[in-house]
């Protein structure tokens, strides 16, 4: 009696499947290992003005994007510092060139019109003593910029 061998028979969706964890399996070898094909990093969040979307300590992973993307309101985003090196932030765009933002009461208002926040817990946002931004001053973002918090 002859000894018959079954092979596996895949689909093109099987295939398709392999093909794709494969990439993203090598997308993030490489994110972690720096690899210049990657173009990513990872990077950690540091205190809990993004919660309850991002936690504090939790490592997220991040894609670079050409310096002519063009960003929209609500993207997370992240930048170095323009005066400490090594320092990175960590924010949701909020502006976007031409928009005008206020905070007053806690409420950050958009072109006039309160914003909606629901990725906060609690919608308060709290300003500090010498702050970019006072209370109920409005500021417009200029061309080419971005107005972010976090």
Do not use: C
């Not at 398709?16 to 964890?21: D, N």
């Not at 997308?27 to 919660?51: Q, S």
């Amino acid at each position: 009696m002859a000894k018959s061998k079954r092979l596996f028979k895949l689909s093109k969706y099987t295939i398709a499947a392999i093909a794709v964890i494969i990439v993203i399996a090598l997308w993030i070898i490489g994110m972690f290992l720096r690899f210049p094909y990657a173009k990513g990093f990872p990077i950690v969040a540091k205190g809990r003005a993004m919660e309850p979307t991002y936690h504090t300590n939790e490592y997220y992973a991040t894609i670079k994007v050409h310096a002519n993307t063009v960003l929209k309101r609500g993207d997370v985003v992240v930048y170095r510092s323009p005066k400490a090196e090594g320092v990175e932030f960590f924010k949701r765009i909020i502006g976007v060139s031409g928009d005008t933002i206020r905070i007053a009461g806690g409420k950050v208002y958009l072109n006039d019109q309160e914003l909606s926040e629901p990725y906060l817990a609690e919608p308060n946002t709290q300003l500090w003593q010498g702050g970019f931004i006072v209370d109920n001053m409005a500021v417009k973002v200029p061309q080419d910029s971005y107005f972010v918090m976090g």
